[in-house]
């Protein structure tokens, strides 16, 4: 869903770090304003994001407000689905907490009718400051989302708490915001990626899973309010933000021990992962060397647990998800794997259509119902999932 972003820049090195906000906010399809405080400029001008959003910038050059009509702080808000100020300061986040209006940013943050999000930067004391945690604390008490600082080495020298996230984990995170909580409370835990079976050292077998499938669950559970947990494999995609937990388990025996110590927790699982059948029984502990022979070693295999039947067959199993790869007979297969493993809902997928790709072509079968989607983005593939994965758990 493309939305308006109004973003608006305080005073702080953080800055920087907007620009490449605002590229990937347009990347994902959005249109941006920037309206930028009077410290704010000083850092970066407003030119250069003019340039990167494609809009006229809102620059905070006399104290109030500024803008054609002088009711910038009013319109800017009005078209915007949600308000976003990335980095905020200690003081513009302690004026916005207080109610004080009393330059550009504050006015729209006070004068606003839409979903504001703040993310503070600040020296680690400042964040620490008894002050500012209760600033904080009121913020969020009033509805407004704080995405939390991180930790690390700061623009003065110190280290500690107080970075504005990248802006790669902050474009991750703002859809969030307008994602209708249909999973609100719910714990679920996601295994994604392809396992890896050592022969020796060096070598292994796995397979072509990359994990964007699971991970773009994991974030599309998150977006709907859910608390994820994420075991992977090998991936070939950047981790989701936002997780309570992410753990990597390389082969599948470690996968099946990360998932049962986590699994009396969970409400849901959602196995996704690419998970070996056979492990190597014979594994070198040393590289395997020529023998000199001309003969291949003997590579000898053992079967894995099934990682999602096992868990399917707890006493307390948490309603479970699973994911049939077929190469043929899609349907059938898919429909034969959700009985075999005794799980209310498994989504089928062909795999020269699924893994290693952006896209899938899904159809979620579960006990009630079988829904096929066009080949689509997995981001969508993965939204259609939780709608009704949502739907069956509110019919249970
Ligand atoms: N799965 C699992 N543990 C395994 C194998 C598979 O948890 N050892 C899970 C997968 O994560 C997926 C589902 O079971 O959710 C189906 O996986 P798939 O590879 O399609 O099927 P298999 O169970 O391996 O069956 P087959 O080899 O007959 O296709």
Redesign the pocket.
Known sequence: MKKHILLGISGGIAAYKSCELVRLLKKQGHKVTVAMSQAAAEFVTPLTFQALSGNPVLADTHSGESGGNGMAHINLTRNADVFLIAPASANTLAKIANGIADNLLTNLAAARKCPLAIAPAMNVEMWFNPANQRNIRQLQADGITIFQPTEGEQACGETGIGRMPEAADLADLIPDLWTPKILAGKKILI?TGATFEAIDPVRGITNISSGQMGIALARACRAAGAQVSLIHGQLQTALPSGMVETIQAVS?QAMYEAVHSRISAQDVFI???????YKVKNSSVQKLKKDGSGLPPVIELAE??????SVSALPNAPFCV?????SENVLP?ARA?RLK?SIPMIVANEVSKAMGKATNQITIIDEYDETSLPETDKNEAAAAIVERLAQVLKAQ
């Open positions: 295994t599948a196995s996704v992962a690419a998970v070996a059948d894995n647990p099934d990682i999602l039947a699973g994911f049939a790869a077929e297969y794997k493993k």
